[in-house]
T-cell receptor
Framework: DTEVTQTPKHLVMGMTNKKSLKCEQH?????MYWYKQKAKKPPELMFV???????INESVPSRFSPECPNSSLLNLHLHALQPEDSALYLC?????????????????FGPGTRLTVT | AQTVTQSQPEMSVQEAETVTLSCTYD???????LFWYKQPPSRQMILVIR??????QNATENRFSVNFQKAAKSFSLKISDSQLGDAAMYFC??????????????FGQGTRLTINP
């Protein structure tokens, strides 16, 4: 099973709302990622979790709050977003090199959540 | 810092023909990985092909192959016998190897490929 699932597929929220995006994988991967992707642009890395610990935060505004409850789940909590935060939010997972040795450890992407902030 | 450049924002090809997408990168590392990802319209991003920099042999996956020129820091993707399902945005990506920890991909700006029937 090489699947990363994301819910919801679409989300419309107002600037005062609180919502959460969810991501799940059952490949035994210990690294999970959140990306933001604008139309016709490459994904921009937001956060990386390695073994359920936040290892990379790409200076993302605090209105985005990631959470990794366990090795299979990754959440992104949203609060007081701005219209410019409207985008496709992608989750990805990969093996982690912490067990030693190097490998290509390619990332597997989910289908994304299309977020619209009104 | 590493950078990845895709100089062709858009490409088109006739069905069954061959097309080559260009990618160049800049790095001071000697060992790294290169990837081509495909993102069809409104569909999931998937890995097309990967290349380890220490391998001289060019990677091949069915109709997809790469021309990896390490000295020139070039990593082009060739798609043979193009099919309608190949229409997508293609991203070239770079990653340096890590002994431990999660990996950070550096993406190019993408090339939108159209297949003409």
């Amino acid at each position: 099973d090489t699947e990363v699932t994301q819910t919801p597929k679409h989300l419309v929220m107002g600037m005062t709302n609180k919502k959460s995006l969810k991501c799940e994988q059952h490949m035994g991967h210990r690294a999970m990622y959140w990306y933001k992707q604008k139309a016709k642009k490459p994904p921009e890395l937001m956060f990386v979790y390695s073994y359920e610990k936040l290892s990379i935060n790409e200076s993302v505004p605090s209105r985005f709050s990631p959470e990794c409850p366990n090795s299979s789940l990754l959440n992104l909590h949203l609060h007081a977003l701005q219209p410019e935060d409207s985008a496709l939010y992608l989750c990805a997972s990969s093996q982690d090199g912490i067990r030693g040795g190097t490998s290509s450890y390619e990332q597997y992407f989910g289908p994304g959540t299309r977020l619209t902030v009104t | 810092a590493q950078t990845v450049t895709q100089s062709q924002p858009e490409m088109s090809v006739q069905e069954a023909e061959t097309v080559t997408l260009s990618c160049t990168y800049d790095t001071s590392e000697s060992d790294y990985y290169l990837f081509w990802y495909k993102q069809p319209p409104s569909r999931q991003m998937i890995l097309v092909i990967r290349q380890e920099a220490y391998k001289q042999q060019n990677a091949t996956e069915n109709r997809f192959s790469v021309n990896f020129q390490k000295a020139a820091k070039s990593f082009s993707l060739k798609i043979s016998d193009s099919q309608l399902g190949d229409a997508a945005m293609y991203f070239c990506a770079y990653r340096k190897p890590l002994i431990q920890g999660a990996q950070k991909l550096v993406f190019g700006q993408g090339t939108r490929l159209t297949i003409n029937p």
